[in-house]
């Protein structure tokens, strides 16, 4: 997988396990939202691992994924994008799975 692809799910999917567990919790039994929840922040965190480790590979050179532009007025520029490094380390403690350990 590219790591363009891998920071683009490290935050994807806790979004789509938030919109299933959101959208159907009144369908979904309440230990398979649990499970749900804590699968999606583990997988986050197994991209962002994977993420790192490609980062690594690659000489450690930053690198910064621009998704969309946000702001455009005159000369200023404020894109959407993830500076590589920072989510890294951002990512490394995921309190998610805390969350979704201790939640379910």
Known sequence: MSASLLILLIPLLPLIGFLINGLGFKKIP?????????AAAIGSFVFSLLAFNSFL?????????QLFDWITVGTLNISF???APNYYRSRV???????GLYAS
Do not use: D, R
């Not at 309440?30 to 804590?38: E, I």
């Not at 590979?57 to 994924?65: L, N």
């Not at 403690?93 to 969350?99: A, D, E, F, R, T």
């Open 30 to 38: 309440k230990s398979v939202a649990g499970v749900l929840g804590t």
């Open 57 to 65: 590979g690659s000489g450690s050179e930053p690198a910064v994924y």
């Open 81 to 83: 994008a993830f500076n």
């Open 93 to 99: 403690v995921n309190p998610y799975i805390l969350h």
